[in-house]
Each structure stands twice: as structure tokens, then as C-alpha cells.
């Protein structure tokens, strides 16, 4: 009888730990929201960067700002770099941020801002799919719901809140759908394949092995030429350093530690963020406040809760 008692008093205990384990701490939420505030903003940063730029030069210096940001971290912690991991630092330097880079860039000529956030808020679902079909994760009902409700969200806010603020070109669509997908199949790398790496050493490797490219990249862009040339191009130059250093470097290393604390597709979430603050950026240009954006914001904080574990 005291074997059952004792059993049954660890099994309890074991309950009570695991369910406390995968909670998803507050400062997680914190650095979801911060994320949304910095990548919501970052269409601003781009729009303000092409008025300087072509888009692979805009591309190119995001990039290679973002290159010589991380040397001095990627020489220090060069020991703790798992080189053997090298085909993963890979896709998560090159595939999920350098080239989305050059293709949201390019979209951004042709699309609304409304219709990138829209295409963009796709991100959850193709995470919850590769990590399905391609890391072989294992299903969760409620995590799914979540993304299907907040992807609803995102609609809403759009649609609802924006009526007729959608168009543009299908091939430039295109674009950003291959961006979202490229940002699942690098977050659920990172998840999978990277997860014991300190985060500022995933972000120095992954950013700095992509340097050699990047620099042959800005100077095949004809980059400083347009910096003689181009009257705009000091006002642009400046604007993709403040995109580079929040949006990239600084968000980068938050977002590759929130993947590893909780799952690829919460961390993804923050892509249905994005709407919202650009509607709060609206807000203070005078713009109308729907109930589509109230109705919106409803349904991302729900499907962020059901994706949160």
C-alpha cells in the first residue's frame, strides 16, 4: 500500500513538473511582441530604403551591414561554432533570411504593404506544415487551430480593416509566399537541427558564412555608383542601417532564442503581429479604426494562446 501511495504521489508530481515545463514563460510574450513591433516596422525601413536603392542594393548593404555587425561576435565564439553542422548554419544564413531578403525586397516594389502583411502572416502555417511533412513533428490539434485562427485574424484586419488596400501583381505574390516558406523551413532547422547552439553564435555563423556572397553581391549592384549618383541615396543609406541593425541583427538573435524555448510554430506567430501594428502606425496617421481590426486582434491573441506549448 505505501509502494501504490509513493507512485502514485511521483506520478503526480511528474505531472505537475512537466505541465509547469511547458508553459510558455512571460518573456517569451515579451519577446514575441517586441519582434512584432520591429518587424512590423521594417516594411517603413524598406519603402524608405527603395527610394535610395534598387532591391538588391537595398538587399545587399541590409545584408552586409548585418555581415560586419556580427564579425567581431563570429571571431570570439568561433570555437563554439558547430562546423559540422555547417549544411543547417546554411540554411538558416542563406535560405531563411539572406534570400528572403532580395525577395521582399523586389515584392515591395509591386505590392501593397497590406497585401505583403497578408501573404506574410502564411509564415505559421507553412512552419506547422514543414515541421509536419519534411521534420516529421508530431501533430498537435490544438497548436494548428491556433494557426488556422490566426491566420483568420490576419484577414480580418486586412480585409475587414482595409477593404480594397489588397492589389497587386501575382508574380510578386509569389515572392513572398517562397519568403514565408524559406522562414519555416529555417525555423524548424533551427528547432530541429540547432537547438544546443547559444543563439549569437547561430546568428554570427549563420550571417557571416553568407559575407563573401553578400559583398560580391553589393558591388556587382552597381551600390557605389548610386551613392554619387543618386540624390536619395544618403537618406536611403541610413534607413537600411536602422533595418539592418533592429530588424536583422538584433531581431535575429531574440528570434533564434525564442524558437529554441519554445516551438518553431509560436515563434512564427509573429508574423499575425505584424498587421497590428501596422494598424496602431495607422492610427497615428489619422487612419480609420475598424471593428475588422478589433474583431482581427481577437483572433491573433487566441491563436497565439492555442500555439503557445
Known amino acids: 500500500m505505501f509502494r501504490q501511495l509513493s507512485n502514485?504521489?511521483?506520478?503526480?508530481?511528474?505531472?505537475?513538473?512537466?505541465?509547469?515545463?511547458?508553459?510558455?514563460?512571460?518573456w517569451a510574450w515579451g519577446i514575441l511582441l517586441i519582434l512584432g513591433v520591429i518587424?512590423?516596422?521594417?516594411?517603413?525601413?524598406?519603402?524608405?530604403?527603395?527610394?535610395?536603392?534598387?532591391?538588391?542594393?537595398?538587399?545587399?548593404?541590409?545584408?552586409?551591414?548585418?555581415?560586419?555587425?556580427f564579425l567581431?561576435?563570429?571571431?570570439?565564439?568561433?570555437?563554439?561554432?558547430?562546423?559540422?553542422?555547417?549544411?543547417?548554419?546554411?540554411?538558416?544564413?542563406?535560405?531563411?533570411?539572406?534570400?528572403p531578403a532580395f525577395l521582399f525586397a523586389t515584392a515591395q516594389t509591386h505590392l501593397s504593404s497590406s497585401l505583403t502583411g497578408v501573404l506574410g502572416a502564411t509564415a505559421p502555417l507553412f512552419t506547422f506544415l514543414v515541421g509536419i511533412f519534411i521534420f516529421k513533428a508530431v501533430f498537435d490539434k490544438s497548436r494548428?487551430?491556433?494557426?488556422?485562427?490566426?491566420?483568420?485574424?490576419?484577414?480580418?484586419?486586412?480585409?475587414?480593416?482595409?477593404?480594397?488596400?489588397?492589389?497587386?501583381e501575382p508574380v510578386y505574390v509569389i515572392l513572398v509566399a517562397m519568403s514565408t516558406f524559406l522562414y519555416a523551413l529555417?525555423?524548424?532547422?533551427?528547432?530541429?537541427?540547432?537547438?544546443?547552439?547559444?543563439?549569437?553564435?547561430?546568428a554570427a555563423a549563420s550571417y557571416v558564412i553568407i559575407g563573401p556572397l553578400v559583398g560580391s553581391l553589393l558591388f556587382y549592384s552597381d551600390f557605389f555608383a548610386a551613392m554619387q549618383t543618386?540624390?536619395?541615396?544618403?537618406?536611403?543609406?541610413w534607413y537600411v542601417i536602422a533595418l539592418a541593425l533592429s530588424s536583422t541583427v538584433f531581431a535575429s538573435v531574440i528570434f533564434f532564442k525564442l524558437i529554441q524555448m519554445t516551438n518553431a510554430v509560436f515563434a512564427t506567430m509573429v508574423a499575425y503581429?505584424?498587421?497590428?501594428?501596422?494598424?496602431?502606425?495607422?492610427?497615428?496617421?489619422?487612419?480609420?479604426?475598424s471593428w475588422g481590426h478589433f474583431l482581427g486582434l481577437g483572433l491573433i491573441l487566441v491563436g497565439v494562446y492555442l500555439s503557445r506549448e
Open 8 to 26: 502514485d504521489y511521483l506520478r503526480r508530481n511528474l505531472r505537475l513538473v512537466n505541465n509547469q515545463a511547458t508553459k510558455t514563460p512571460l
Open 39 to 69: 518587424w512590423g516596422s521594417s516594411y517603413f525601413l524598406i519603402s524608405k530604403g527603395l527610394e535610395g536603392f534598387d532591391p538588391l542594393q537595398l538587399a545587399s548593404l541590409r545584408l552586409a551591414v548585418t555581415f560586419f555587425a
Open 72 to 99: 567581431p561576435v563570429f571571431l570570439i565564439r568561433f570555437k563554439d561554432i558547430p562546423w559540422k553542422k555547417t549544411g543547417s548554419l546554411l540554411v538558416v544564413g542563406g535560405l531563411g533570411s539572406g534570400v
Open 144 to 168: 494548428f487551430l491556433g494557426v488556422l485562427i490566426g491566420l483568420a485574424g490576419a484577414l480580418a484586419i486586412i480585409f475587414l480593416g482595409n477593404p480594397g488596400a489588397t492589389g497587386g
Open 186 to 202: 529555417s525555423a524548424n532547422t533551427i528547432k530541429a537541427k540547432l537547438q544546443d547552439v547559444h543563439p549569437m553564435t547561430l
Open 230 to 237: 543618386e540624390p536619395a541615396a544618403w537618406s536611403s543609406f
Open 273 to 289: 503581429l505584424i498587421p497590428i501594428v501596422a494598424t496602431i502606425i495607422g492610427l497615428f496617421n489619422h487612419e480609420p479604426i
